[in-house]
């Protein structure tokens, strides 16, 4: 079955960085898209960065310069490195695949930027 396992998180000072990584199995990671979402208290999940199968990048304007999404196929693995952290940050943040119709989600990994 499709599995997503994050690690990563943690507690860091506002303008830190942090890189958090995904190890997908039981799907063909290569041909797969993945993306990073993120969950604040009392907030909606909202999409951070995406990435094609073929490496294309997409970014949510509140990251755009400061995060960067990247996969190593060899590896099945898909990454987030954040740069220049703001308390705003502070979330649940969840990789996310869809196969077929259907997505999938880790455990999520909790990040906390204190200010």
Known sequence: QV?????????????GSLRLSCVASGIWFRLNGMAWYRQAPGKQRE????ISSGGSTNYADSVKGRFTISRDNA????????????PEDTAVYYCNTRVAVKDYWGQGTQVTVSS
Do not use: C, F, P
């Open 3 to 15: 599995q997503l396992v994050e690690s990563g998180g943690g507690l860091v000072q506002a303008g």
């Open 47 to 50: 999409l951070v960065a995406t």
């Open 75 to 86: 590896k099945d693995t898909v990454y987030l490195q954040m740069n220049t952290l703001k």
